[in-house]
Each structure stands twice: as structure tokens, then as C-alpha cells.
């Protein structure tokens, strides 16, 4: 349908949260400025940690940062998506909208922030003194599939939501979990066994780890993990299509 | 030009949204349904107005949210072929910490206009509405008035192909909705459909060429408004009849008396509507029936007339009239009071007393307030504004000497 209202929609995204503030949609964009200043000084310089086996300046703050910003943009559209059809119920109830656009315009807002916070992250690593390869063009390949993901779960949960409000909570707390079943704060080798074959099933893992290949280890991302990923993105996204035309009219009857 | 062709809507009711899962997991059945549609029918041509009436809960508003494509239906197809817009809730998705400005961009674009369209009615679209300097301020400082009036210029200025009118209309003041009315009308010549929806019968009748009438989610009859809003006026009495066999005493206020003798009922009809929602001219008759507890000699029967803010309009009574009754114990005695009824459109309530000599100060036996309500929608004859018709001889004749102007006639 029409790219304008989504991108409308995307932009309100940004401006309604903060309007009324002086600073307004500015914010949305300080909040990952400030984060990624704490990793760097806090574990690159202060705790001056350091990760085996790699030898780039601040290596760990590096590693994190390449593993929580895409991580963020990730967790943060499935869990938005999750609940958009209730919080968006005002408009839905009133007006004639594909309801499949609403967990895209959370795709393209939380995409602007990400590409925002990816630069920022480029700046950082130049001043550091780490070199920024030809390898970072796989990144838009990267976040579309890890994107196409995100989109799916989040549509899939979006719809059983309207049904059961607790999902929100549930979401929520599996993607607390998540995050620490992923290797992004931790190395993946510092796992035991069992963990690290478990691990090796964790989509968020094919995402992450292709992020630590390029900026951490210098490798091309594995193009295997991007296929599955990408696969595992559209059948989601099939299901959720299914879903939704079985159960369109009664999502906006609840509604 | 619009065409519904047998739309039906039917709700299941579940004890709690989860519970609709439950059902296609389980296969088990654990909701109630409710029908609020049921194969609805109607076409809209272009520059025609339909007027939707029925009582609340008859599926107007399941009509109008699956006219606007908020609700799907059960079944049936709607055919449009344009936008439809309408002031369905005041200032759909209008954000209320931005101002107005921004609301019309986003509101008009969930209208479905472009950027380019926005941009070009922009300007047109804050002159209507009004709003002067406070289209820069949050939405939130608007008075109620004025919300309404930026949701109408934008929804009119959305270049629908239908328009919806209904209540939220009501919000503004006088003036402004004399203008919406202007532009509405200006809508229409210009080849747009209407679908007013409205419990004003008066509105109905002076404004749509069609009306149908839903009851129950099934379009009853559809026609010329006139015979539309006289079914819906039968409709109507066919409730309230039901309320009166719960009721044994008279509806409504204050009742008094020394009740040697009573008022049992009183009710009123219009010759042609049936009913007691009549038009302004219409022949009426007004039944108070009456019973004595013992026999009473020379009883004055009255009526009293009054509008919703408690003013007398007319009153009489048989004393007035040189007539009285003398009631035997026991007897059922009906006093009719026949009548032009010629007071302007509106509500009001009929006030009975029998009482003896010419007012109920002397000996009131039974004296009931509001005993019956009835209704005044439309006007036969000739059009005139107020509470009554005064029936002026007109005679328009050229002055041609000074000495004729005193008195040319």
C-alpha cells in the first residue's frame, strides 16, 4: 500500500514518543549514543578487558558493541511488534489499514536507529584505531534477514496477542532470556559442551555471530548461517500470513 | 456510487479473547452468537443521500464499520469505488500533545490522501476549520468544538466519494454546523453520496431522498424517508406498548389526587402516523381514560401539553369546553380530545388531571405529570420555524400612491 502513510507512521513513531520535550526524537538517539560511550570506557579503558585470542584495540568493547546493537534493534521490534495491534487499537478501529503494517513501520523505526547507532559505532571504531574493512557491505545483507526475522515473530505474536494480553510479559521475559542464552556478552567458546551444541540452534546466534565475524574477527559471515536464518525468516512469515487470513476478521472484531 | 449487497455480521461473544483460541485448538464451541447484520442490502447513487434510522443497538454502527472497512463481515460485499470518510469518533488517531498541523498530515494520510493532496489542501483544510493561530498549538488546548471542526474539514477535504454524517456532527455549535451543512450540500451537488445516520426524524425526512430503516440488523423497509420514518415510529410504539403491559399505572412523574377517582392511562395518536411521533399539522387524538371509585358528579377532565424544558404549550379541559361527566363508580369513562396539532417539531409530554370546577385547586381527584411522551418530527403544509403554527393569510400587492401606503388593502 502507500509508502508515505508508513513512513509517516515511522517518523510519528519517533516524534510522539518525546514530543513535548525540548529535545524530542533526539532522544531516541541518546539513549544508544550513551550506551555504546559506557561499553567502550567502561570495559574497553576502566575494566580494560580483554578477550583471548584477539588482539584489536579495545577488543572486548568492540565485541560487545557489534553484538548488543544489532541484538537491540532485534529484541526491540519483536517486542514492539508483540502488543503494536493494542496499542494501536485507536487508529485500527477507526480507519481502513492493512494490518500487517504496523510491525513494519516498527521494522523502519527501529532500522533508523540502527543505522544511526551503527555509525556512530564506525566513528568509534576509527578513533580506537581499528580498521573498517570491505567487509562491513555484508552488513545490509545481514539486517535484512535478521530484520525479515524479527518482522515475522513479531507479526506471528502480534496476532495471538490481541487473543491473550499476557504475551506482552511473556514476550518480554523470553527475550530477557534470550539474550543471555546468545553469545553477545560472553565469548561462545567459554561455554561447556552441551551449551555450546545448544547454542548452535539459537537463530539470534546466526545474526550475532556473523556481526562478531565482521567487525571482531575479520571473517566473511558464513553464508550458510544467513540462508537459514533467512529461510527460517519467510517460514515464519508464511505461518504468520496463514494465521493472519484465518483470523483477520476476528482480530478486528476484539479490537 | 456505493452498493452493499447482502452484508452480514455476525459477533461471537466469548467469555474472554483467549477463549477463540481455545476454540480452533480444541474444536469445542465456547461462545454465544450475536447477530448484528443480517444480509443487508442498499445502493447509494452519486449526489443522493441515504438516511440509516433505527434504535440503538439495531447495527447502525456495525453498518458504518463495515461500510468504512474497519470490520469485515461475515458476508455479502461492499462496493465503493472511492474513499469514504466520515466523523465516525471525533478525530480518529489525532495525537493530542501534537498540534494541529501534524494531526492533519497524519489524520489525513490514515484518510488515504497523499502527500501531494495534503499539501495542496492544507491551506484550505485549517480556513475551514477556523482554527487561525492555533494550528500551531497541541490539540490538547483545543475546546471540543474545535477538534470537531479540524475532523470534519479533513475528513471532507479527504475528497471522499461518501461521506458518513452521524451524531459526532452535533458537537459543534449552531454556526458551525450550518456550515458543515453548506458544504456537505455543496458535496453532494458536486456529485458525492451521503449516508446520514441520525436518531433527529426531522433531519432525516428534510435531508435524504432514501432512508432505510434497521431493526434487529435487517434492513425493514427502505424508501422515501416519509414512509421510512413512519415505520420506524410503529417500531417504536410496538416497544413502548410492550413497556405499558409491565406497567399498571400511568409512565412517567408525579402522580397526586384524593384518587376517589382515577387516570388510568393516557395516550395519544396521530391519525396517520398510528403512532405517537407525529407531524407538525397531523390530526391527533389524545385518550385519557378514566375510573371512579365511587359516583362523582360534574368531573372536569384536562390535559396539559409541555416541551423538554418543562414550558406549558397548551392546556384545556372539559370545564373550558362547557362539558363535564358525571362518573359512576366503577365504569370505564374515555375522554378524547381531538386536535390539529400544530406546535413546532420536538418532544414533549402530556400532563392529565379530573378534578372538579375549572382548575385542580378546588377538589383534585387524580392528577398525573407526564403521563405520556410523544414526539413532533417533521411538517405538513407549509414550512414554518418556532413552537406553533399561526396559519398568516399572505397577500403581496404593488403601492402605488403615498395615500395607499397607510392601508393598500
Known amino acids: 500500500m502507500k509508502i508515505s502513510l508508513l513512513m509517516e507512521l515511522a517518523r510519528r513513531d519517533f516524534t510522539e514518543k518525546y514530543s513535548g520535550s525540548a529535545l524530542g526524537a533526539l532522544w531516541s538517539l541518546l539513549w544508544p549514543m550513551v550506551n555504546i560511550f559506557i561499553y567502550t570506557i567502561v570495559f574497553g579503558k576502566i575494566m580494560s578487558s580483554r578477550l583471548e585470542g584477539v588482539s584489536i584495540p579495545y577488543g572486548y568493547s568492540v565485541y560487545l558493541i557489534a553484538g548488543i546493537v544489532p541484538w537491540t534493534a532485534f529484541a526491540n521490534t519483536v517486542s514492539r511488534s508483540a502488543t503494536v495491534f493494542t496499542d494501536r487499537k485507536n487508529i485500527i478501529s477507526k480507519v481502513k489499514i492493512a494490518l500487517p503494517f504496523f510491525p513494519l513501520f516498527i521494522v523502519i523505526s527501529e532500522s533508523v ?143 | 456510487m456505493i452498493s452493499a449487497v447482502s452484508i452480514s455480521k455476525v459477533f461471537r461473544l466469548y467469555k474472554s479473547p483467549a477463549d477463540r483460541l481455545r476454540e480452533i485448538v480444541f474444536r469445542g464451541c465456547r461462545h454465544t452468537m450475536f447477530t448484528a447484520l443480517q444480509s443487508v442490502s442498499f445502493t447509494v447513487r452519486q449526489g443522493e443521500t441515504l438516511g440509516v434510522i433505527g434504535q440503538n443497538g439495531a447495527g447502525k454502527s456495525t453498518l458504518l464499520k463495515i461500510l468504512t472497512g474497519v470490520l469485515l463481515p461475515n ?60 494550528i500551531d498549538e497541541p490539540i490538547k ?56 445516520v441520525s436518531h433527529d426524524l426531522n433531519a432525516v425526512k428534510i435531508l435524504c431522498d432514501r432512508a432505510i430503516l434497521l431493526d434487529h440488523g435487517r434492513v425493514v423497509i427502505e424508501g422515501v424517508p416519509e414512509d421510512v420514518v413512519n415505520k420506524y415510529n410503529y417500531v417504536i410504539s410496538r416497544i413502548r406498548k410492550q413497556d405499558a403491559s409491565t406497567r399498571s399505572a400511568p409512565q412517567g412523574g408525579n402522580s397526586y389526587g384524593s384518587l376517589e377517582a382515577e387516570i388510568v392511562s393516557v395516550a395519544l395518536v396521530g391519525d396517520k402516523s398510528g403512532s405517537n411521533t407525529v407531524s407538525s399539522g397531523e390530526t391527533v387524538a ?17 390535559i396539559l401539553i409541555r416541551d423538554v424544558f418543562g414550558q406549558d404549550i397548551f392546556g384545556t379541559n ?91 388593502f
Open chain 1, 113 to 255: 536507529t540502527f543505522v544511526f547507532t551503527m555509525l556512530l559505532f564506525f566513528c568509534i571504531l576509527l578513533v580506537t584505531g581499528n580498521p573498517i574493512t570491505g567487509k562491513i557491505f555484508y552488513l545490509p545483507l545481514i539486517y535484512l534477514a535478521q530484520q525479515l526475522f524479527a518482522y515475522a515473530l513479531g507479526f506471528f505474536i502480534a496476532i495471538f496477542q490481541v487473543f491473550i494480553r499476557d504475551l506482552k510479559e511473556v514476550t518480554n521475559i523470553t527475550l530477557q532470556v534470550w539474550f543471555w542464552f546468545t553469545p553477545i556478552v560472553y565469548v561462545y567458546n567459554i561455554l561447556p559442551d552441551f551449551a555450546e551444541k545448544f547454542v548452535r540452534y539459537n537463530p539470534a546466534y546466526l545474526f550475532v555471530k556473523a556481526y562478531h565475524d565482521i567487525f571482531v574477527f575479520d571473517a566473511v559471515p558464513s553464508p550458510r548461517h544467513l540462508i537459514v536464518l533467512t529461510a527460517l525468516g519467510f517460514s515464519i512469515l508464511f505461518g504468520a500470513h496463514l494465521l493472519f487470513k484465518k483470523l483477520e476478521r476476528d482480530v478486528r472484531d476484539f479490537l
Open chain 2, 141 to 196: 488546548t483545543y475546546s471540543s468544538g474545535m477538534v470537531m471542526r479540524l475532523a470534519f474539514s479533513i475528513a471532507i477535504h479527504a475528497d471522499p466519494k461518501c461521506f458518513v454524517v452521524d451524531e459526532a456532527l452535533s458537537v459543534g455549535d449552531a454556526y458551525f454546523q450550518q456550515k458543515c451543512m453548506l458544504k456537505i450540500r455543496n458535496f453532494r451537488d458536486n456529485g458525492g453520496s451521503i449516508i446520514f
Open chain 2, 318 to 408: 372539559t370545564f373550558h369546553h362547557e362539558l363535564s361527566v358525571d362518573m359512576k363508580k366503577d365504569t370505564p369513562y374515555r375522554c378524547r380530545f381531538t386536535m390539529p396539532l400544530n406546535i413546532g417539531p420536538g418532544k414533549y409530554t402530556i400532563t392529565s388531571g379530573i378534578h372538579s370546577h375549572d382548575t385542580h385547586i378546588h377538589h383534585c381527584y387524580h392528577w398525573v405529570d407526564h403521563a405520556e411522551s410523544f414526539e413532533v418530527a417533521g411538517i405538513y403544509g407549509q414550512f414554518y420555524t418556532g413552537i406553533c403554527r399561526l396559519s398568516p393569510e399572505i397577500v403581496i400587492k404593488s403601492v402605488d400612491k403615498v395615500s395607499d401606503v397607510s392601508d393598500p
Open chain 2, 286 to 302: 389524545i385518550n385519557v381514560d378514566i375510573k371512579a371509585y365511587k359516583d362523582i358528579a360534574n368531573v372536569t377532565v384536562g
Open chain 2, 75 to 134: 458476508g455479502g460485499e461492499i462496493r465503493i469505488d472511492g474513499r469514504i470518510t466520515g466523523l465516525l469518533e471525533l478525530g480518529t488517531g489525532f495525537n493530542f500533545e501534537m498540534n494541529g498541523l501534524d494531526n492533519i498530515v497524519m489524520n489525513g494520510m490514515l484518510l488515504g490522501m497523499s502527500r501531494r493532496e495534503l499539501a495542496d489542501k492544507k491551506a484550505e483544510i485549517i480556513d475551514f476549520a477556523e482554527l487561525g493561530e492555533f
